[in-house]
């Protein structure tokens, strides 16, 4: 069973001016990270992972009673923001729990796991 697992980052901690420049700390959790990531290749469970553009260069395309709008920049204040994903294709729910626990120890921070719609879901 595939999992999306995103993970999250203070927003106050994530500075769109030093976005490009990572702390020493952050450099240090993400070659841990890193290493579980090997792991999981090994074992065939990665399917992908990515980390995100700063929320301050994203766009959001919504539709308007005017139309559909394209806006840019960032939208609400928020606590958190999503910095990464992964997709995992696991044997269950379990085992998704065990990685994302893995990350959260490697980077700090917390990981959202959902499961990924396949063909089940359609009619």
Known sequence: MKYLLLGYTP?????????????EEALAAFAVYQEFEKELIASGELVSTE????????????????????TDGPFAELKE?????????VAGR???TEIAARIVRALGEPIEIRPVMGEDFAP
């Open 11 to 23: 927003a106050d901690a994530w500075d769109a001016a030093t976005a490009d420049a990572p702390t």
């Open 51 to 70: 980390g995100l553009g700063h929320p301050a260069v994203s766009t959001t395309v919504r539709p308007t009673p005017e139309g559909v709008v394209a």
């Open 81 to 89: 923001v999503l910095a990464s994903f992964a997709v995992i294709d």
């Open 94 to 96: 379990e085992r998704a």
